[in-house]
């Protein structure tokens, strides 16, 4: 006769896929995705792993890891947005006003990680080079050739407006009836003016 089988608490039921790094990260980011930064726990990571919590540091040291991986996959992630957005061929203007709509755009879709994208990755060596990326596309797409001062000038104002464009649209800032997307054409021109 065949021995039962009883699964132990703590380890996996048929059917749950084996916990990895990978998937603990994959989870927080959905988490950090749905609900914001602040949901971000270790027991609503396994709760949503169906896993006891100390499980857990198999695979990762503590909540701050988990939350640096979560901040550099969302900067991989706007990066990547911004590189789609700038696939198709055309005009200078185009470029520019492209950039600038798909900045906005990824604020508005993803708005808990395009929080852990605004502060600088200079001094972090880790998130430095994909820090680095978005700032060369961001560069080229607005026709910076060379990164010196007046440039930079440039592109700080240029994302200040924009942020604070975004912000202020995100927590219902804008209560006049006059249309928010005709709004923003008119910074897209207005920000255009300045690269062109």
Do not use: C, W
């Not at 084996?18 to 980011?29: E, F, M, N, P």
């Not at 990066?79 to 006003?97: A, R, T, W």
């Not at 560069?139 to 202020?168: C, M, N, P, T, Y």
């Amino acid at each position: 006769m065949a021995k039962k089988i009883i699964h132990k608490h703590g380890r996996p039921t048929k059917g749950t896929p084996t916990v990895t790094r990978d998937l603990i990260v994959s989870k927080a980011l959905n988490l950090v995705k749905e609900e914001g930064l602040s949901s971000l726990t270790l027991a609503n990571v396994a709760k949503k792993l169906k896993i006891r919590t100390p499980s857990l540091y198999n695979h990762i040291q503590d909540l701050e890891t988990l939350k640096f991986e979560i901040r550099k996959e969302s900067l991989q992630l706007f990066l990547e947005y911004l590189q789609i957005s700038q696939q198709s061929n055309g005009s200078k203007k185009n470029k520019i006003q492209t950039v600038i709509s798909a900045y906005r755009s990824f604020a508005k879709e993803f708005p808990h990680l395009y929080e852990l994208t605004l502060p600088s990755t200079e001094m972090d060596p880790v998130l430095k080079p994909i820090g680095d990326s978005i700032l060369d596309l961001v560069s080229q797409s607005l026709g910076v050739a060379k990164l010196d001062e007046s440039s930079i000038h440039k592109i700080r104002i240029l994302r200040s407006v924009l942020h604070g464009f975004i912000d202020l649209e995100l927590r219902g800032g804008f209560g006049k009836s006059e249309s928010v997307e005709e709004s923003f054409l008119i910074l897209i021109d207005q920000q255009t003016s300045v690269f062109l």
